[in-house]
Structure formats: C-alpha cells, structure tokens
C-alpha cells in the first residue's frame, strides 16, 4: 500500500524542515534568482542536450552547442529591437506636439461642452523638454548612462546576475542525469513511491506549460506583427514581438501591446478611425490565443485561478525581482500539484476525520 507522509499527526514533523526552506529562499532570494532562472533555462534545454546525447555529442559539447545556439537567439532579438526601439523614441518625440495640438484643438472643445472643463496642454513646456533631454538617439544613450551611473551597485548586481547564468547552466545541463539521479538517492525509501509519482506529475505539467508557452509566444508574435503590419501600423514589428513575447503574462502582455499600439495609431492618424484597425488586430489576435493558440499548444493542466496568477507574478516579483516574473508561473504550477497532493493526504489523514 502506497504509505502517506500526512497520514498520521505524528508525521507533521515534517513541516518544520519545509518551514526553514521557505525562510532560507526568502533571506537568500537576491542570490537564488538567477540559480533558479538558469534551472528553468536548464530543464527548457534538456531535451536538446539529450538529443545531441543520443547522436553521440558529448554531454559537455552538446550543453555548450545548446547555449550557444540559445545566446545567439537572444543577441539577434536585441539587434532587431535596440535599433527599432531608438528610432521609434525619436520619432514619437518628434510627433508628440503635433499630436497634443491635435487635442487641443478637437479634444479640448469636446470636454468643455460636456464636462464644463478646460484642460490644456502646454506644448512649448513639452518642446523644451524634449529637446533638452532626447535629442536624437545620442541624447537617449547619454541619458540612459547617467541613469546608469545614478545606479551603478544595481547594475552592477544585474550584469553579475546575467554573467552567472550561463555558468549555472553550463553546468546544470552538463550534469542534469547525474543531479537527478542523487537527489532520488536521497529520498527516503519509504516515501520513493509516491514522491517520486508527485515528480513526474510535475515534470508532465512544467513540459506541457514551459515547452508550450515558448510556442505560443513565438506563433503569437508573429501573428501580432502579421496583423499589425496589414493595420499600417508603423511600428508593427517591435510592438507586435513585445506582445508576443508578453503573452506568458496573462492580461498584462495583450493590454500593454494595445495600449502601445492604440497610442501609435492616434499619432499616426489622429482621430479614433485610424485606431480601429488596431484594435480588431488585437480583438482577433486575443480570440485565436483563447480559443486555439494556447490550449492547442500549452493545454489546460495548469489550472491557476487568473487571481492565482495575479498573486503569483506579484509575489515572486516582490521576493525574487525581475527573475521572479519569469519564475512565477512555473513555479507556481508544480506548487499547485505538490499542494494537490498534500491536501488529499490531509483529507485522508486522521488529523482531517477526527
């Protein structure tokens, strides 16, 4: 018979060694995010790196092959957007007063008849501070590197972080059988069974969202671009692949793409029918990721309340920083089986019945 860890009080010892894990990851969360970030990268790629495995690589070669391969694919995303991103500041600075004059000229009249009030905008003020703090690309960078030098120790902590991954990674995909195997050698035989059950559960529902998510992210930047360039939106591409790659962020990802969008779409063509297109783009874009995208690609196993996912990306955001974003719905998936789990074993234990 399968043997319950909660099936008798006496075993809610074990509590007490999860209560310490719980406040060492707190206190030591600024040096366990990026340990944790490259663990998620490691199990992403393990499929690869055993692939190549398989083909007779060397374990080491093919994890090297595999951060290569992953490093490249993050330099070309930064070549494509960086350039986009500088321009796309330059032009909408240079667009800003010609749009705000556009408010003030139909907007403003429309709010003083209805509402009785009469805000203004005051373009001159706007001018001078464009042209005192983003004159062109080369005031954005020296602003940037003022900004950075302002906040020299967070930068600092932020590239030693970045430069830490990949070493974490190297190493984890390198070893990755190895480490598995000597954490199962650690559990207690009693309990291997069932414990080990948990764990493949876990490793099926983290493989259907992680694999499934990047999937999804990928087909919806490039339905995102596709509509948004058939629109004529001009900066359909940066904001299409931010959307898209913001999609793993339930209702944060489409709103911030929309509102990008919809604010370029007025200063494009001021007046609500030049943002119409947009917001059909979105409307079509949002209804083929609920209805096809993703539950085709990532399916419903994960079952996170969105109130759970809200509360999710908050608290790791709060424990672990920016890492903790990315971690939070993963991690919050294999939680939810763990917590599954236990509360079918309290519900059968005789602390429950009693």
Known sequence: ?????????????WFVPAAVVIALLYFLSPILAPFLFAAI??????????????HRVPRALGAALVMLLLGGLFVVLVLILLPLFIKEVRLLTERLPGFLAHLNDHL???????FGVEPQFDLAALTKLIGDNLQGADGLGMKLLASLRIGGLAVLGFVVTLLLVPVVLFYLLRDWSGLLAQIEELLPRRWHPQLTGVAREIDAVLAEFLRGQIAVMVL?????????????LEFALPIGIITGMLVFVPYVGMLTGLALATVVALMQSPGVSGAVPVWIVFGICQALEGTLVTPLLVGKRIGLHPVAVIFALLAFGQIFGFFGVLLALPASAALLVGLRHLGGQYRNSSLYKK
């Open 1 to 13: 018979m399968t043997p319950k860890i909660l099936a008798e009080p006496n075993n809610l010892w």
């Open 41 to 54: 990268l490691a199990y992403i790629s393990n499929p690869l790196v055993t692939w190549l495995g398989r």
């Open 108 to 114: 403003v009249p429309w709010i003083k008849a209805k």
């Open 220 to 232: 919806m930047s490039v339905l995102y671009v596709s509509g948004l360039w058939l629109a004529g």
